[in-house]
């Protein structure tokens, strides 16, 4: 066989793939192989990577002082008095007074929503005793404020809620998107604010957001909320409230109800349902009925108030939604046809948005003058 003959390898090159050391030929054991000693390896430190820095608090906003109720207002309606003064100064600014120029008055007042007889009233104002002469944009305005306001301060009328009726039964009504819901939790706060036990009543049951909507105000005043399933009847539901009401001897319930379209005979036959049917346990009541007003859409609220009074017997007004793009000049209007009480107006969606009526201010920041003194 050959060297490489497998059969004549020792143990060493079996174990470690080649030929063990020749042994020299005089017999003499081969030396024992020198096995390096292999130092560990040096432990190898392992570096953190570097903490990411604490991400900085944003810094805290300054309060923003509260808006006062003047400046609210002023800002509800700004459009409706935008439109007014800019027209005015246009109109006024080194011009004589002559009939021509009334015209153009009225006109402007006109397009404000102020109504017609409104408008005509306040240019018979301003040109008596003042033909052929120079007039003051600001003597145009401050007329204006003062028409107005004498046409507005018959109706600011506080809402009262008669101790000697318990409950004092308040039915909300009016279109849809009008802001019923929203209004009634509102006064639930203030009413709850005075010490009056409230009961809330969800009769819009078409809606489901209607119904909680109600129970989250409800929550919120501490005031017991009655309610059914979608779509029950709403008659009914009001009929139980009262019952609840007059067992817990509650000073206030105010019952919501569906938004409907004034021009829709069924709808409103579904509302008169309702008071009829609150009157079979108590002929005086609603004691009051609030048509709630969304104060954007102008020349329409005068059909709205014609229907709800047939339908509801509506006993006064609270005007919503004067947040910039309202025609307040509607309300004015309003007032002169028909003389309903307005107890309150909207600015906005808190509970200190919604305040009693006042005749001054309102008149002052539809002219866009000054707060009073």
Do not use: C
């Not at 120029?101 to 009233?121: C, M």
């Not at 008071?275 to 020349?299: F, N, W, Y």
């Not at 307040?328 to 909207?346: M, N």
């Amino acid at each position: 066989m050959s060297e490489t003959d497998p059969k004549k390898r020792g143990f060493f090159s079996r174990l470690f793939g080649r030929d063990e050391e020749p042994k020299p030929e005089t017999g003499e054991a081969a030396p024992a192989p020198v096995v390096e000693s292999v130092a560990p390896p040096a432990p190898v430190e392992i570096i953190a990577p570097p903490a990411e820095p604490e991400p900085l608090a944003a810094p805290t906003p300054a309060p923003q002082p509260k808006r006062s109720w003047w400046r609210r207002l002023t800002e509800g309606l700004s459009r409706t008095s935008s439109a007014l003064t800019t027209g005015i100064t246009d109109l006024f600014t080194k011009r004589r007074l002559d009939a021509g120029t009334l015209e153009d008055l009225e006109d402007i007042l006109i397009q404000a929503d102020l109504g017609l007889a409104t408008s005509a009233r306040i240019a018979k104002a301003v040109g008596e005793g003042r033909y052929d002469k120079l007039i003051e944009p600001d003597e145009v305005k401050a007329i204006l404020a003062r028409e107005i306001e004498t046409i507005l301060s018959p109706v600011a009328q506080p809402l009262s809620v008669d101790a000697t009726k318990k409950p004092f039964v308040l039915l909300m009504v009016g279109v849809n998107g009008s802001g019923k819901t929203t209004t009634i939790g509102k006064l639930a706060a203030k009413f709850r604010a005075e010490g009056k036990s409230v009961m809330l009543a969800a009769g819009d049951t078409f809606r489901a957001a209607a119904i909680e909507q109600l129970r989250v105000w409800g929550e919120r005043t501490g005031a017991e909320v009655v309610f059914g399933r979608q779509g029950a009847d709403a008659a009914g539901l009001a009929f139980e409230a009262l019952q609840k009401a007059k067992a817990n001897n509650t000073d206030v319930l105010m019952i919501d109800t569906a938004g409907r379209l004034q021009n829709k005979q069924g709808l409103m036959d579904e509302l008169a349902k309702v008071v009829r049917v609150i009157r079979k346990q108590d002929e005086s009541a609603p004691h009051a009925a609030l048509l709630v007003l969304d104060a954007t859409v102008g020349q329409n609220a005068i059909s709205q108030v014609e229907a709800f009074r047939e339908t509801a017997g509506v006993t006064g007004l609270v005007m919503t939604k004067l947040d910039g793009t309202a025609r307040g000049g509607i309300l004015v209007a309003l007032a002169a046809e028909f003389g309903l009480p307005v107890h309150f107006i909207g600015v906005g969606e808190s509970v200190e948005d919604l305040e009693p009526f006042s005749a001054r201010d309102f008149a002052r920041a539809v002219a866009g003058l000054g707060e009073a003194a």
